[in-house]
Structure formats: C-alpha cells, structure tokens
C-alpha cells in the first residue's frame, strides 16, 4: 500500500453570504521576514490542465502551516508580502522568471 497518493489537504471558505466553497489547498508556509504563516489554495475540483485562481492568505497567528487548525484567514495587505508569496509560488512551480512578463526583463 506505499502506492497509495497523499490526501490532498482542502479548506471551506464561507463568504459574507454564508456560502461555503471547498478549496484544494496547494501548500502553505511560514516567512521569517513577516513572522506570519501563509496559506495558498485554489478552488476544488479543477483538473490538472485548467488554468485556476490561486489565492493567499495569512493563517491565524500562532497557527501551524504544517497542520493548519483554521480559523479566520486574514487578507493580504501589502505590496511586499505579495511580492515575496509571488516568488515563493513562482520558485513552487519551478518557474525561475525566465517567462515572467514583468518591467524586470532586460529585452524590452
């Protein structure tokens, strides 16, 4: 039974309507520059080829990122945080910036 795949970890997001959507979660982690643990996720049930909406948001303080235990998920508010949960996805995704469309290019 090694073969068996890792469960995939999802949370439900209930919006100011009191509707819950579950979300997939791709993977969270802790900045020591913010001292916050951050959370990224997307909606359920998107095949792997689809193009999805990843969202961030920063856990509860004092919440773990390795066994989130919830609660209120806070909004990411400044430019820096998102910039650098920006290049921790990029280097998850194993994209080095080579195909990033951004005014860092050299080739404009």
């Known amino acids: 039974m090694a073969d068996q795949e890792p469960v995939q970890q999802q949370i439900t997001l209930v919006d100011e309507n009191g509707d819950e959507t579950l979300y997939d979660v791709l993977f969270t982690f802790k900045s020591e520059d913010f001292d916050r643990s951050y959370i990224l996720i997307y909606p359920d049930g998107k095949g792997e080829?689809?193009?999805?909406?990843?969202?961030?948001?920063?856990?509860?303080?004092?919440?773990?990122?390795?066994?989130?235990?919830?609660?209120?998920?806070?909004a990411?508010?400044?430019?820096?945080?998102?910039?650098?949960?920006?290049?921790?996805?990029?280097?998850?995704?194993g994209k080095d910036g080579d195909d990033q469309d951004d005014d860092s290019n050299d080739n404009q």
């Open 76 to 93: 990411i508010e400044t430019d820096k945080e998102w910039d650098m949960i920006e290049s921790v996805l990029n280097t998850f995704l």
């Open 49 to 74: 080829d689809e193009e999805v909406e990843i969202q961030a948001y920063a856990l509860p303080k004092g919440d773990d990122p390795s066994d989130p235990q919830g609660g209120e998920l806070q």
